[in-house]
């Protein structure tokens, strides 16, 4: 097991909102909270700051506007999760499983 540290993330924006890591999209539905890794939360919640300010056609003033805007959408709290350690074998499995359904359909 691992420690790593999670903090939750709002959606305040009136929408459903996706974002990227790594090419892989994870989605936040309008009003949804999630737990996501502290590193992410805090640039998603940077995204989707400065995409309300774009949509009220607002340039960002100065960084405290776009931080008082992130921390709407941030928990106060830094949560340490235990998370299982995988090895090299478990993480060649589940890569040969994805790989088989997505180019076989199994």
């Known amino acids: 097991m691992m420690t790593k540290k999670y903090r939750m993330l709002s959606n305040i924006l009136s929408k459903d ?13 309008d009003g949804e909270s999630k737990l996501f890794p502290d590193f992410m939360a805090d640039t998603f919640a940077e995204k989707m700051a400065m995409e309300i300010l774009f949509s009220m056609k607002q340039d960002i003033i100065g960084k405290a506007e776009l931080t008082a805007i992130k921390n709407k959408m941030l928990g106060d709290e830094i949560i340490s999760v235990e998370v299982p350690s995988k ?19 199994k």
């Open 17 to 29: 909102w996706i974002g990227s890591w790594g090419g892989k999209e994870f989605e936040l539905k």
């Open 87 to 105: 090895t090299e074998v478990e993480l060649l499995a589940e890569e040969i499983e994805y790989v088989n359904k997505k180019y076989l359909n």
